[in-house]
């Protein structure tokens, strides 16, 4: 692959009224139709790089901000205000600052559960919505065990070779292969230290405050929302990954059954909870849906479905 392909934009800059920086990536500026992709938990917006050119290339404007205490984005002061509302506050305040009226979304995990809130403030300010590897239920087991492995990950390693074998081993189920994608994906997800030790890209704090309203902690506990779900009207495509422990495929079955012919489904072979974008077919895929609302069997063709 090109390694230009792999050079991100200058990150632009947003303050909010408590002067805190949101960082985000911006492409293809000119073009009319925005898309606003939003990242998980512990990641941050390079997640979208490859796919944001696609898009970009197929005539959108692109907006990928790194989330509060990720990336670029400044760490919060109050670490209790590391929670979904204050996510989707940010973002909506992101995107009236940017005078984007309406968007289409792509959301992996963290990033869906904003779009939930999101339409809950603004029904139809999403018109079509990506969710990655996240829907309406999520297991209460997975949820836990990712909750305490990253908790009791160190906030410092000694050497780039510690790091890179835990990014490795950590984002495992993402289903990374190509050797250049890793260093990509690494790259951007640590950065080096003062003290010439490395850490991840991420304020360890967002573990200590993952409370939120009742209806988030409900969720957080693996209870549904079904009833924000039904209030979803626009064209939703979801991506799951068949290994995935934290999306089942019950929930997937109920999701369809409630959306009918609003929601399509790609199923990734042999990726857990959440497949990455550095997978040309899928993000040509993607494009395509975003294109035309709809994806034939011939589009699909690699997938099961």
Not at 6 to 26: G, M, Q, R, V
Not at 70 to 88: A, C, F, I, P, V
Not at 148 to 160: A, G, N, Q, V
Not at 273 to 279: A, D, E, I, L, S
Request: hydrophobic fraction near 35%; charged fraction near 25%.
């Amino acid at each position: 692959m090109n390694q230009n392909l792999y050079n991100i934009p200058k990150y632009k800059f947003f303050y909010t009224e408590s002067d805190k920086k949101i960082a985000y990536l911006e492409y293809g500026a000119q073009n009319p139709q925005t898309i606003i992709c939003v990242h998980g938990l512990t990641r941050n917006s390079s997640d979208y790089h490859l796919l944001a050119l696609k898009l970009e290339k197929s005539g959108y404007r692109v907006i990928v901000p790194d989330i509060a205490g990720r990336g670029e984005s400044d760490n919060l002061t109050n670490k209790d205000d590391y929670n979904y509302h204050y996510y989707k506050d940010d973002l909506l305040k992101l995107a009236d600052a940017l005078e984007i009226p309406n968007c289409f979304w792509v959301g992996t995990s963290m990033g869906g559960i904003i779009a939930f809130l999101v339409n809950e403030e603004r029904p139809y300010f999403i018109q079509k919505l990506i969710l990655n590897d996240i829907g309406p239920q999520i297991s209460l087991k997975p949820t836990k065990q990712i909750h305490d492995y990253f908790s009791k990950m160190p906030e410092k390693f000694d050497s780039f070779k510690e790091i890179e074998r835990r990014t490795k081993l950590t984002f495992t189920f993402f289903g990374i292969s190509k050797e250049e994608d890793w260093n990509f994906f690494i790259q951007h997800s640590v950065k080096k230290n003062e003290d010439n030790t490395y850490s991840f890209r991420y304020d360890s704090a967002i573990f200590n405050s993952l409370s939120d309203n009742y209806e988030i902690n409900k969720y957080l506990r693996g209870d549904g929302i079904w009833d924000i779900w039904e209030k979803l009207k626009m064209p939703i495509l979801l991506i799951w990954g068949n290994l995935s422990t934290m999306l089942t495929s019950e929930v997937t079955k109920k999701m369809q059954n409630m959306s009918g012919d609003n929601l399509q489904k790609i199923t990734i072979h042999s990726v857990g909870h959440t497949p990455h974008f550095m997978n040309d077919e899928l993000n040509e895929i993607i494009a395509t849906w975003f294109k035309d609302g709809i994806l034939t069997k011939n589009d699909i063709r690699n997938f099961l479905v």
